[in-house]
Every structure is written in structure tokens, then in C-alpha cells.
């Protein structure tokens, strides 16, 4: 059973960039597609984007001028930089497998707050 | 962009109830349609994927349907660890989720 885990910084500053690492257990990150979403506390789900292990990447037309995505497949690890972030990109984050169009499974999520 | 619209926003409801949620997306998605069970705390479940097929392991009590525009998400007997919030999320094109739906006990 696959399983996943996100990393990274839970503070930012404004204007900076929110760096999260997800690592994959349990399975090869290989051949698949890897996904973020995010979710600001008490709201929805917003898809960020998507990367398949060549390095190929789909990102959310609304966040794409901002938002990178990479891919370490020898760590079975890939990552999201989210560039000039504000206090609206305070968000829970999740790294999910995204196969046919479905995200499962999902990690437990990481809180990263936008302050000074 | 394809806007997803689920309704009711939140419901109230008793164990062993009938439950139907509904999710409507601005255009025509075909069975690109997901649905998703998420409890406090927690990440989001797959529960039903192309509009009405089972996720492994989840109970036969749900079910989904519809195709095109207009969907629903099913409990045919509500069980207590089944309030929580539900989304809807479409894959035809730069996925998208509906507002979610909360369930909650009466």
C-alpha cells in the first residue's frame, strides 16, 4: 500500500517562496502521476497541479505563473514551489497519487501559514 | 474553467436515513466524475470514481450516478462514521471540486 508524506517548512513570509517535499513509501513513484492540493482552513479543495515521473507537469491555470513542480525519482520523492506568496496561500497541503483522474491515495496534509 | 456545484451545502440527517447529495457541473464532463468523504482532520477518501463505480473497500451503502452535467452521491442507510464532508471532483479538464457538502447528525 502506497503511502505518502509531505514536508517542508509550516511558516513562510509574504513574498516568499513555500518549498514542500512529498515522499512516497511503500511503491515506486515511477510511471505515475503526482498531484497537490491545497485546502485554507474551513473551505474547499483547490487542485495546484500534477507531475508525471518523466518531468511532465500540468499545473492549475488560476496558480501556473507561480507555481513549480519537480521530481527526484531516486529519493521516490517530488516536490512544489509556490513562488510571492501572500496570506491567501495559507493553506493545508496534500501530495496525492493521481491515476485516471482520481487522487488516491493522499497524505495526511501539512499546515503552511503565510505570516511575517 | 468548469465550475462544480453541489447541494445541499449542508444537511441534516439521522442514522439509518436516505441521504442524496448532488453535484452539477457547468458544462458537459461525460463520467469524469469523482466523489470524495472528508472527516475532520483528515485528508479526503475516494469513495466512488467515473461516476458510479465502488472504490475498493468502501460500503455497498454508496453509490453514485449520472452522466453529462448532473450527479448524485447515495447513502441508502446512514451509519454514524459516515457525517462528514463530501466533496465532488471533476477530471474532464484542469481538475476541479465542488464547494462540499456537510452532513451532520440531527
Known amino acids: 500500500q502506497v503511502q505518502l508524506q509531505e514536508s517542508g517548512p509550516g511558516l513562510v513570509k509574504p513574498s516568499e517562496t513555500l518549498s514542500l517535499t512529498c515522499t512516497v513509501s511503500?511503491?515506486?513513484?515511477?510511471?505515475?502521476?503526482w498531484s497537490w492540493i491545497r485546502q485554507p482552513a474551513g473551505k474547499g479543495l483547490e487542485w495546484i497541479g500534477r507531475?508525471?515521473?518523466?518531468?511532465?507537469?500540468n499545473y492549475n491555470p488560476s496558480l501556473k505563473s507561480r507555481v513549480t513542480m519537480s521530481v527526484d525519482t531516486s529519493k521516490n520523492q517530488f516536490s512544489l514551489k509556490l513562488s510571492s506568496v501572500t496570506a491567501a496561500d495559507t493553506a493545508v497541503y496534500y501530495c496525492?497519487?493521481?491515476?485516471?483522474?482520481?487522487?488516491?491515495?493522499w497524505g495526511q496534509g501539512t499546515l503552511v501559514t503565510v505570516s511575517s | 474553467d468548469i465550475q462544480m456545484t453541489q447541494s445541499p451545502s449542508s444537511l441534516s440527517a439521522s442514522v439509518g436515513d436516505r441521504v442524496t447529495i448532488t453535484c452539477r457541473a457547468s458544462q458537459s464532463i461525460s463520467s469524469y466524475l469523482n466523489w470524495y468523504q472528508q472527516k475532520p482532520g483528515k485528508a479526503p477518501k475516494l469513495l466512488i470514481y467515473?461516476?458510479?463505480s465502488l472504490q475498493s473497500g468502501v460500503p455497498s451503502r454508496f453509490s453514485g450516478s449520472g452522466s453529462g452535467t448532473d450527479f448524485t452521491l447515495t447513502i441508502s442507510s446512514l451509519q454514524p462514521e459516515d457525517f462528514a464532508t463530501y466533496y465532488c471532483q471533476q477530471s474532464y479538464s484542469t481538475h476541479s471540486f465542488g464547494q462540499g457538502t456537510k452532513l451532520e447528525i440531527k
Open positions: 496525492a497519487s493521481h491515476r485516471y483522474g482520481t487522487f488516491d491515495p
Open positions: 467515473a461516476a458510479s
Open positions: 511503500g511503491g515506486s513513484i515511477s510511471s505515475y502521476y
Open positions: 507531475i508525471y515521473t518523466s518531468g511532465s507537469t
